[in-house]
């Protein structure tokens, strides 16, 4: 007989170390209320999420994802070219095309 035949509540994901751990709010398991897709959006993103995955879950196909999934730059190589771009004394391309010329 499980604890939700007897009206506990119901299973969780987050059957591990919960204290400290980005992945409850307000008392809630994360993990319980995303799909597979955000959870992998997250972790690509956040060291943090990653680190506090390992302790939070013994789910196998959720760490799996932590092997499987690789953590994404902090900022994007074409974002780097764009800033890199933008920050000399230049206009945009399309300003030329309507006349513009930066000659004052």
Known sequence: M?????????PTLCDGDTSNNCWIEDGVCMLDNLRKDQVVFIIERNPKARDDLQRVTTCIEILNLLTSVPLLPAKQDDDQQMTRFNTGDCLPQYTIFRGNNNNR
């Open 2 to 10: 499980s604890d939700q035949d007897c009206g506990g509540p119901p």
